[in-house]
């Protein structure tokens, strides 16, 4: 079973995902952190993000052993990260990983932009996960400053509404719910119910696979 999770920036796509996998003993990719991987390694190599060519040379030598480095999930990575995905380039050097890793067994979440729109459109269940700007802002502001970055929660809703409007508006890969997604809004939710809500729609897929 592939389970597809798309959402906005901080909307809490990514700590669902590691819990439905948890619950359901699949395997979990946060697809955010490849490419936060591509801009890490043109910044430490003192390459400009926008810088197309080595954008996509870095995404051809990536090391998914490196998806777990600490300093990925800084802001600055995040902005970087969000310039270097809208290259054409960029997203095709990372879709095999990304297809390959979802079709291995026993199954696997992904979560990310595109998952139920290009990397998985034919996910058994697709969930697009929405929160408030605000709150999103405020659990980022929190996350952060519990890694002892020192953030401003203003510059965060800033720089999370200025990442959205560049995600939806590319051309490639642009971030939208598929049809067939389940949008699940969570800005009431904490992370347990946000868990159970999605458990209830993969449930209830299982069910409606049933009596195809
Ligand atoms: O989800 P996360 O904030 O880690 O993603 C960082 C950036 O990577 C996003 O703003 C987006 O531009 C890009 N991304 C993407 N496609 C994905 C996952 C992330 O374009 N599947």
């Known amino acids: 079973m592939i389970i597809a999770i798309d959402g906005p920036a901080a909307s809490g796509k990514g700590t669902l995902g590691k819990r439905l996998a948890a619950h359901y003993h699949f395997r979990h990719l946060d697809t955010g952190v490849i490419y936060r991987a591509v801009a890490k390694a043109l910044i430490d190599a003192g390459a400009d993000p926008s810088d197309e060519a080595r954008a996509v040379a870095a995404a051809h030598e990536l090391d998914p052993e490196k998806f777990g480095h600490p300093a990925l999930k800084t802001r600055a990575i995040g902005e970087a990260a969000s310039v270097v995905s809208a290259f054409p380039?960029?997203?095709?050097?990372?879709?095999?990983?990304?297809?390959?890793?979802?079709?291995?067994?026993?199954?696997?979440?992904?979560?990310?932009?595109?998952?139920?729109?290009?990397?998985?459109?034919?996910?058994?269940?697709?969930?697009?996960?929405?929160?408030?700007?605000?709150?999103?802002?405020?659990?980022?502001?929190?996350?952060?400053?519990?890694?002892?970055?020192?953030?401003?929660?203003?510059?965060?809703?800033?720089?999370?509404?200025?990442?959205?409007?560049?995600?939806?508006?590319?051309?490639?890969?642009?971030?939208?719910?598929?049809?067939?997604?389940?949008?699940?809004?969570?800005?009431?939710?904490?992370?347990?119910?946000?868990?159970?809500?999605?458990?209830?729609?993969?449930?209830?897929?299982?069910?409606?696979?049933?009596?195809?």
């Open 89 to 212: 380039g960029v997203r095709e050097a990372l879709l095999t990983f990304q297809r390959q890793f979802a079709a291995e067994p026993p199954g696997a979440v992904l979560d990310g932009r595109d998952i139920g729109t290009v990397i998985c459109p034919n996910a058994d269940v697709k969930i697009f996960v929405v929160a408030d700007p605000v709150v999103r802002a405020r659990r980022r502001t929190l996350e952060a400053r519990s890694r002892g970055e020192d953030v401003d929660e203003a510059v965060v809703l800033a720089d999370i509404l200025k990442r959205d409007e560049r995600d939806r508006n590319r051309p490639v890969a642009p971030l939208r719910a598929a049809a067939d997604a389940h949008v699940l809004d969570n800005s009431n939710l904490d992370i347990e119910a946000g868990l159970m809500a999605a458990i209830a729609i993969v449930e209830a897929m299982k069910v409606a696979r049933l009596h195809k």
